[in-house]
């Protein structure tokens, strides 16, 4: 979105010349995956029971990516690019596409929703290089690596070297929240093999799409997440905000692996772009 040829576009094209001339270029990118499970001709098995922690419970600590990518010539298996880059996830465009009926947005926010569609995201905070809340991370053109440990999940997102907490120790919601975030305060308890994580405390004013569906401050989000094989993530998350929607609405962003690569750094402020090209824009 920001640059004619992001980092990792080039770096894949170095990959692939290094691939074809010599071992030692760009190997930090693409280094095989430590501890995949493979098959006996050396193919990653996907499908292998998913990786599990000392204590027995699932381990999602990998790269991932949407599974529901806008990208009508498919995913490429190799690079995980759509074209040159990654893929947008439909739920990126307009996060409410599977929820029956479109999402129940408050009756004082509706004009402003339509207002912002019209403008072709011109005033979208992404565009404008501020953070991503982490439900839209998920469906971001961005790899987002999870690194869990017994009591803590990290999320690394590789645009802006963003990074959230999920806590996992017992800890409740804080009865207060003092200091809204992008990626608001996180905690965590397991339902079997579900990882069920309550977030509160987001700042007001934040985009949930391109379409500028909007979430307030008195959101409340509950994500579960299990891991069915080795090369997939199962992401249910249900938005509770009264202040801009009618009633809490669910959906489903399930990831994809993506093996053999790593985050690169992308910040949008180093040469953004996009907003020199929306319609209107000044």
């Given at each position: 979105?920001?640059?004619?040829?992001?980092?990792?576009?080039?770096?894949?094209?170095?990959?692939?010349?290094?691939?074809?001339?010599?071992?030692?270029?760009a190997?930090?990118?693409?280094?095989?995956?430590?501890?995949?499970?493979?098959?006996?001709?050396?193919?990653?098995?996907?499908?292998?029971?998913?990786?599990?922690?000392?204590?027995g419970?699932?381990?999602?600590?990998?790269?991932?990516?949407?599974?529901?990518?806008?990208?009508?010539?498919?995913?490429?298996?190799?690079?995980?690019?759509c074209?040159?880059?990654?893929?947008?996830?439909?739920?990126?465009?307009?996060?409410?596409?599977?929820?029956?009926?479109?999402?129940?947005v408050?009756?004082?926010?509706?004009?402003k929703?339509?207002?912002?569609?019209?403008?072709?995201?011109k005033d979208?905070?992404?565009?404008?290089?501020?953070?991503?809340?982490?439900?839209?991370?998920?469906?971001?053109?961005?790899?987002?690596?999870?690194?869990?440990?017994?009591?803590?999940?990290?999320?690394?997102?590789?645009?802006?070297g963003?990074?959230?907490?999920?806590f996992?120790?017992?800890?409740?919601?804080?009865?207060?929240?003092?200091?809204?975030?992008?990626?608001?305060y996180?905690?965590?308890?397991?339902?079997?093999?579900a990882?069920?994580?309550?977030?509160?405390?987001?700042?007001?004013?934040?985009?949930?799409?391109?379409?500028?569906?909007?979430?307030?401050?008195?959101?409340?989000?509950?994500?579960?997440?299990?891991?069915?094989?080795?090369?997939?993530?199962e992401?249910?998350?249900?938005v509770?905000?009264?202040?801009?929607?009618?009633?809490?609405?669910?959906?489903?962003?399930?990831?994809?692996?993506t093996?053999?690569?790593?985050?690169?750094?992308?910040?949008?402020?180093?040469?953004?772009?996009?907003?020199?090209?929306?319609?209107?824009?000044?």
């Open positions: 979105m920001r640059r004619s040829m992001t980092l990792r576009t080039v770096l894949s094209v170095l990959a692939a010349v290094a691939l074809a001339n010599t071992p030692a270029l190997q930090w990118f693409k280094y095989p995956t430590p501890g995949a499970p493979r098959t006996k001709d050396g193919k990653v098995n996907l499908s292998a029971p998913a990786p599990k922690m000392a204590d419970k699932p381990d999602f600590s990998g790269i991932w990516i949407t599974n529901n990518p806008a990208c009508p010539g498919g995913v490429n298996p190799e690079t995980h690019t074209g040159v880059e990654l893929p947008m996830g439909r739920h990126g465009i307009d996060i409410g596409a599977d929820v029956p009926g479109g999402l129940p408050q009756p004082w926010l509706a004009a929703v339509k207002e912002r569609t019209a403008n072709d995201a979208d905070p992404h565009v404008r290089c501020f953070p991503d809340t982490f439900l839209r991370a998920y469906s971001m053109p961005h790899l987002i690596k999870f690194v869990q440990v017994s009591n803590l999940l990290v999320v690394l997102n590789e645009m802006n963003l990074y959230r907490q999920v996992i120790d017992g800890r409740p919601l804080p009865k207060e929240v003092n200091l809204p975030s992008w990626q608001g996180s905690v965590a308890r397991w339902e079997g093999d990882l069920v994580i309550d977030t509160i405390g987001f700042r007001d004013g934040l985009w949930l799409d391109t379409s500028g569906s909007p979430m307030t401050d008195a959101a409340k989000m509950t994500e579960r997440i299990r891991r069915p094989n080795f090369g997939k993530l992401v249910e998350i249900t509770d905000d009264p202040k801009a929607y009618t009633r809490p609405w669910t959906v489903s962003m399930p990831q994809d692996i093996l053999d690569t790593e985050l690169v750094d992308e910040f949008c402020l180093e040469n953004e772009k996009s907003s020199q090209h929306m319609r209107g824009a000044k």
